[in-house]
Each structure stands twice: as C-alpha cells, then as structure tokens.
C-alpha cells in the first residue's frame, strides 16, 4: 500500500462465495469498488459481470491481527527447543530486541507484514514498545522505530495500528532493568510528548498501550489512559497474563491487575486487555461492564503454556471478542479462531461455544473496531474494500458443501489457503503471491539472519 487509495479507479470483483455477516455464505456476489472503499454489494449475480474481476472460493472480509509484536517472528523455531516457561523464553526475546535498529526492524517488519497478507490479514495492531537505543537513549528521531514500522507495513500492503507502548519499570517499583532500557521513556509524561509527534496517515492509524501493570507504575496508569482518551484512540493492555504477575500485583496493590485498572481509568470502550488469562469473577463482570474488549492470542498461549483463557465468561459478560497472532509461533488468524472454540471445548469438555460465523466475526469486524478501523471488517457498501479468499478446492477444504464455506474456513483452512488478499480495492495478494514483496520466504530469511550475525 505505497501510496494513497484515494483515487483508486473502479472495479469490480465478482465473488464465488461470500460471507457477509447478516445472510451467511452466499453465492454469486458482485462488489463495486471505488477510491479504496465497497461502493455497492450485488447479491444474485451468477457470473461475473463483463469486466468483473472473479475470486474463486470464499471471500471474507480482511483478518485483523489484533495484537503484533513483529520481532517476535525471529524467535520462530528458537524458543521451541527444549523446556521452560514464559520468563525464560522472555529472556531469548531480549536478546532479540537488543539487536534492533531502525533498519533492520524495517526489513523484518516488511517481511512479518508480507507474511500476514499472504495469510489475508488487512490491518494489524503493532504492540510497539522497542522505542530507543540498546543502552536507553534516543534516537534522533525519538519515533525512529514507529516509523519504521509504520513504513514496513505500507510496503508490505496492510494498514496498521501503531499502538505506541509505555513501558517504565521491570516490576511494581522497580527500575527497568539493562533489557528493558530501550523500552522506557522515564515518565508517562516523556512517553506522551514522544507519542504526540507520531502522525496518522491513510493507512496508519496511532493508539496506544499500557504494556502491563508491572511496567507502568499505578500513579501513571492514568496519563497513558487520558492520552488514548483525549484522542478517541484504542488503548490495550497486556493482562493477567500469568498468574506471577497477578500474586506480584496483589502483594502491592492489594488488588488484581484488572481492579488496578479500573481504579485509574483505563478499562472502557476503547480498550482491549490482551490475554486476560487468568481472572476472578470480579474481575471479568469488571471488563465486561465496563466494555472492555478482549483479544485471544490462543496459538501464543499455547505456545507458552500461558493457559486457557475465560473468552466465553468474557463475552457473556459483555467484552467483545478479538484475536491477534502476538508472538508469531504462527501466523494465521484462521488458526486462532479455530483454537479460540477448540480450547474452550478442551477447557469444558463441550462443542460449540461459538459458530464459524461468531468466530469469523471476531477475526475480521471486532478486530478492526479495536484497531480503530470501524469502517473495515465487513463487505458492505461504505466500507473499505478490504477483503480476502480462501481456496475451498484445496486438501484441506474440497469436498465440503459450499453453503458450510464458514465452517470449512475456519475449521479446515489454514493461511495457506487464502488465494488473494485486497486491500483497498487492489490486489496485494493474488493466486497466493505477494504483489508487493516479491519473495517473502526469502525476506524473512534475510531479515531474521541479519539478527542473528
């Protein structure tokens, strides 16, 4: 998405099989686009119009990847040897961070972004806390790093929510320590005044994020909040994620994570707890009554034996679901929906917590809305012409009915089979090739290499 889609001229795509949220799979579906956006949906087409571009299989709207750490993606493969748990696999993560630069964040972030298209993810929310130097000072641009990302995510054809992370100590009272220094900004107050000089664009978005409740001191929860707030923006927090942060918040606060939260402010509309694993009953009526949404990770949860968390209780309570890729052990929002329901059934020993359609949903529209993108993450006119296909002729999905496109999607598919991906109205994946990088294995080779040198 170099560039603008303002302009883009019209086009129209005829689609073998959509999903659109209020009738389910439909057959033979026409969508008119226009300047980046879905200027009109025809149902009841059963060929293409002339000059209609067609897509074989089911289209969906864009994937949102909720929750992002890019440089994550090095550590693929490297942090599954052998045993552990999450605080010895963050300190393989550190070392990772320490050897970023503007440069090569960059070049791994393209390939990361690159990576998410061919998985027909269209925006994705970039929990972003490696701000500055390895020894904690700043850059000449303090913003180097955002932007880097912000740029990789152009080239790589996706839109992206930078969510600007205020990360301040190791632990309730303590300074960070050598690993987290470039993380830090010393003061909520010195993280505003560099989050202020970000600026949005047609494709980039700014909010923020509170990396947790052991990183930003309790009396400065409510300067990161006021900020989201002052300017409509998303705010997430990554939340009781393991159950040492909970017993270490409640030795200091007396309180959960969660209640902490609420006490300064941050729970409400326009956030998003990450994980949110490990809960009481307070605490989730909390998020729910509140309107706080939750984003699952579960392939990352899983990966770091992290546990299952209560989404079901969540949304009964009122959280709106989301899903993210978060450490990138895979990518592959399909995976995550499919985990989210197949989870809870391990979790409660019974099927059918959620319909492919419910789960679709949280892939797609309730991502985008935490993500700020309210106007993506459905097929409708108005809407931006945001939107991916999965094979439904390949190993994994041929044989099922066409009208169960759904159900197949997103308990047989996985990313690779997503056959195109358009993001505002053009073609950042087609036939299963990136249009834009043109060797993504090979990018992610060079950049993760050029990290280990």
């Given at each position: 998405m170099t560039g603008t889609t303002t302009g883009t001229p019209p086009r129209t795509y005829w689609l073998e099989y959509a999903w659109l949220e209020d009738r389910g799979v439909?057959?033979?579906?026409?969508?008119e686009t226009a300047d980046g956006r879905i200027t009109a949906v025809r149902t009841?087409?059963?060929?293409?119009?002339?000059?209609?571009?067609?897509?074989?299989?089911?289209?969906?709207p864009g994937l949102a990847n909720a929750h992002s750490h890019a440089f994550h993606r090095a550590l693929r493969g490297t942090v599954q040897v052998g045993s552990g748990t999450f605080w010895t696999w963050r300190e393989v993560m550190y070392a990772t961070a320490r050897r970023l630069t503007p440069d090569t964040y960059h070049a791994l972030a393209r390939a990361v972004y690159a990576e998410m298209a061919l998985a027909g993810i269209t925006a994705v929310g970039e929990f972003h806390y490696v701000h500055h130097a390895p020894d904690g000072t700043r850059y000449a641009d303090p913003n180097a790093m955002g932007e880097a990302l912000i740029a990789a995510a152009a080239e790589a054809g996706i839109r992206i929510t930078l969510l600007d992370t205020c990360y301040l100590s190791s632990g309730f009272g303590e300074p960070?320590?050598?690993?987290?220094?470039?993380?830090?900004?010393?003061?909520a107050?010195?993280?505003?005044?560099?989050?202020?000089?970000?600026?949005e664009r047609d494709h980039a978005r700014i909010g923020a994020a509170i990396h947790s409740v052991r990183a930003v001191p309790a009396p400065q929860l409510a300067t990161v909040a006021r900020w989201a707030r002052d300017r409509r923006a998303p705010l997430h927090v990554h939340l009781s994620e393991q159950t040492a942060e909970n017993d270490a918040c409640r030795a200091a606060h007396g309180r959960t994570p969660t209640q902490l939260l609420a006490d300064h402010g941050v729970l409400g509309p326009l956030t998003t707890g990450v994980h949110n694993t490990h809960l009481t009953d307070e605490d989730i009526a909390l998020i729910g009554t509140s309107g706080t949404g939750t984003c699952m990770c579960p392939t990352t949860e899983r990966d770091l034996a992290d546990g299952i968390g209560p989404a079901a209780a969540l949304q009964r309570a009122g959280s709106s679901l989301c899903l993210g890729s978060d450490s990138h052990a895979v990518i592959d929002l399909l995976e995550e929906a499919r985990a989210m329901e197949l989870d809870e059934r391990l979790r409660t020993r019974t099927?059918?917590?959620w319909t492919a359609s419910d789960l679709l949903y949280a892939a797609t529209e309730a991502g985008?809305?935490?993500?700020?993108?309210t106007e993506a993450g459905t097929l409708r006119a108005g809407a931006l012409a945001d939107f991916t296909t999965i094979a439904l002729d390949s190993v994994r999905t041929a044989?099922?009915?066409?009208?169960?496109?759904a159900e197949t999607a997103v308990f047989a598919a996985t990313a690779a089979d997503v056959r195109h991906t358009v993001v505002g109205g053009r073609h950042v994946?087609?036939?299963g090739a990136h249009t834009l990088v043109p060797d993504v294995p090979r990018a992610l080779a060079d950049a993760i290499e050029a990290l280990r040198a």
């Open positions: 439909v057959p033979g579906v026409a969508l009841d087409t059963p060929a293409p119009p002339p000059g209609a571009e067609p897509l074989r299989g089911l289209t969906v960070p320590t050598r690993h987290q220094l470039r993380f830090s900004d010393g003061t107050e010195n993280w505003a005044e560099r989050c202020a000089l970000l600026k099927r059918g917590h985008h809305a935490a993500l700020g993108w044989g099922a009915p066409p009208h169960l496109g994946v087609r036939d």
